[in-house]
Each structure stands twice: as structure tokens, then as C-alpha cells.
Nanobody, 117 residues
Framework: QVQLVESGGGLVQPGGSLRLSCAAS????????MGWYRQAPGKQRELVAT???????NYADSVKGRFTISRDNVKNTVYLQMNSLKLEDTAVYYC???????????WGQGTQVTVSS
């Protein structure tokens, strides 16, 4: 059984930092492209950051220079370091593991990030 379990969310003031973790079981993360997505109330889920199995990263323009995605294949975990948080970063953050051939697509249950003064 595949599980992606996010943790590290919480309440933080604007300008603060959080580090999200996504721990996988049932799959070997090194074989997957990993991503963080977020969904704010009343909005569609959007891409935040991705990291390929080879380590190439990609970021949404809104988080470039503030967020960093990384992976620890030994711990089978992916991270999202979020700095200089803004009110508009408030959302539920989801971890995604994806592989093209054969196709697999797994999601975590999400972790709430609230940026508020």
C-alpha cells in the first residue's frame, strides 16, 4: 500500500518560515518525479514546485527565490522549505509522486499552512 504523509504545516506570521516533509512508504521515491501543490479556499489546486528523479527542480513564479524543494532518497522523503511566507501562501499543501512509464500518480492527504498576523 502506497502512502504519502505530509507534515510540518501550521500557523506562521508573514515573513516566517516552515519546512514541509512528505514521507513515502510502499514506493521508492528515487524512481519518481515529486511535486508540491497547493489549494487555497475557492481556488484550483496549483503547482508549487517539482523535482525530477534526476534532481532537476522547477518552481511556480510566485514562490521562486522563497521556496526550495529537495529530496532525501535515503529517507524516502521530499521537503519543501518555505521562507519569507506571505498571506497568499495560505493553502493546503499536497505532496505528489508521479512516474510516467508505467504511469503511477500518488497524492498525500495534505497539510494546512496558514500565514496570518
Amino acid at each position: 500500500q502506497v502512502q504519502l504523509v505530509e507534515s510540518g504545516g501550521g500557523l506562521v506570521q508573514p515573513g516566517g518560515s516552515l519546512r514541509l516533509s512528505c514521507a513515502a512508504s510502499g514506493i521508492t521515491l528515487s524512481r519518481y518525479d515529486m511535486g508540491w501543490y497547493r489549494q487555497a479556499p475557492g481556488k484550483q489546486r496549483e503547482l508549487v514546485a517539482t523535482i525530477t528523479s534526476g534532481g532537476r527542480t522547477n518552481y511556480a513564479d510566485s514562490v521562486k527565490g522563497r521556496f526550495t524543494i529537495s529530496r532525501d532518497n535515503v529517507k524516502n522523503t521530499v521537503y519543501l522549505q518555505m521562507n519569507s511566507l506571505k498571506l497568499e501562501d495560505t493553502a493546503v499543501y499536497y505532496c505528489n509522486a508521479r512516474k510516467a512509464f508505467p504511469f503511477y500518480d500518488y497524492w498525500g492527504q495534505g497539510t494546512q499552512v496558514t500565514v496570518s498576523s
